[in-house]
């Protein structure tokens, strides 16, 4: 999944939903390569865990980003790295409310045995449809019936986070499109990421009846590694947090 650098091609991804609110389209990209009980704790180590074996992104530095769509499980065992109890200021919606960027509001502080991730939080927008955050209406065909968007940023602003959870129809749903989502069915702005961007990344995972897109990308001052760091815990715990909601 590749966001190229400088202008781009206004006649290959169409015009923006919500001209004035998304005046600047996602670059395109390549295609894919809380507050709990201790129960919790110990199953959303074996989810987070599981996500970061699977992501397999791959940066194309000064490019774009690189990234994959992917129906999320938690059948992978936890590695010597990720032991210990996770703390998250990430908390658990209550079950059976329309889910909304409310829950997840604030600055993000998680650890994770010797891992320790902080972005300070920007904004947060509801959606009561899927248009303003999908192109050509793709993501309405997968079933999205309303959207959560959550901006956040870090390392001194050289790094943006742009997080989208898609409400889907049922669980049927959100499984069968995870896998299927590509850049171009995504409406990102342009405060979201980083302008002209150095490396970049994101991810798609299935939770429940929901789909959560994960997006980030950064200045040169962060390394590729450290991009993909941000990208794995802010990704899984969120997907955590709502498979136990």
Known sequence: MMYPHGQQDPAAWGQPQQPAAYAQEIPPLGPPPK?????????VLVLIAGLIVGAGLLVSAGKGVAGSAVAASA?????STTTGKPTTTTSKPKAGAQ????????PWNFKLGDVQMHADWVEGRDHKNCAPVEKGGKLTGFGCQYASEMLLTAESGA????QFVLGMKDTAAAESSADKIEEKDLNVRAVGMID???????????SKEFVVITLVTATSAVDAALV??????????????IGFR
């Not at 059948?75 to 590695?79: D, F």
């Not at 790094?159 to 742009?162: A, F, M, S």
């Not at 002209?196 to 299935?206: L, R, V």
């Open 75 to 79: 059948t992978g065992k936890p590695s």
């Open 99 to 106: 889910l909304g960027y409310a829950d997840y509001e604030g």
């Open 228 to 241: 993909e760091k941000y990208l794995r815990y802010r990704h899984g715990d969120i997907v955590g947090a």
């Open 35 to 43: 507050k709990s009980n201790a129960g919790w704790i110990v199953i």
């Open 196 to 206: 002209d961007f150095e490396t970049g990344k994101w991810k798609a995972s299935s």
């Open 159 to 162: 790094v943006k986070i742009t």
